[in-house]
Nanobody, 115 residues
Framework: EVQLVESGGGLVQPGGSLRLSCAAS????????LSWTRQAPGKGPEWVSG????????FYGDSVRGQFTISRDNAKNTVYLQMSSLKPDDTALYYC????????WGQGTQVTVSS
């Protein structure tokens, strides 16, 4: 059974940083693309970022390019999303998923950017 458990969310002031983590199990982690998607209150899902199995290729949505960095540690079965210069518009529930086009999803971790 695929399990994805996100952590690292919380309340942060505008301009601050957070690093999200997603611990995975139940599949061959090092063989799959992974991605992050977010959903803000009252809005549809927004694809944020993706990474290939070896971590050598990364992809970003236009709204976060240059602000967020995705990475992975295949030895730890964990994918990360480093977020900096956070804005109130970044407030959302953040999900990790298998695949660049999300297939299996975690439960999400809440990020709130507010002063």
């Amino acid at each position: 059974e695929v399990q994805l458990v996100e952590s690292g969310g919380g309340l942060v002031q505008p301009g601050g940083s957070l690093r999200l983590s997603c611990a995975a199990s139940g599949f061959n982690f090092g063989a799959l693309d992974l991605s992050w998607t977010r959903q803000a209150p009252g809005k549809g899902p927004e694809w944020v970022s993706g990474i290939n199995p070896g971590g050598s290729s990364t992809f970003y949505g236009d709204s976060v390019r240059g602000q967020f960095t995705i990475s992975r540690d295949n030895a730890k079965n964990t994918v990360y999303l480093q977020m900096s210069s956070l804005k109130p518009d970044d407030t959302a529930l953040y999900y990790c998923a298998t695949g660049i086009q999300p297939a299996d999803w975690g439960q999400g971790t809440q990020v709130t950017v507010s002063s």
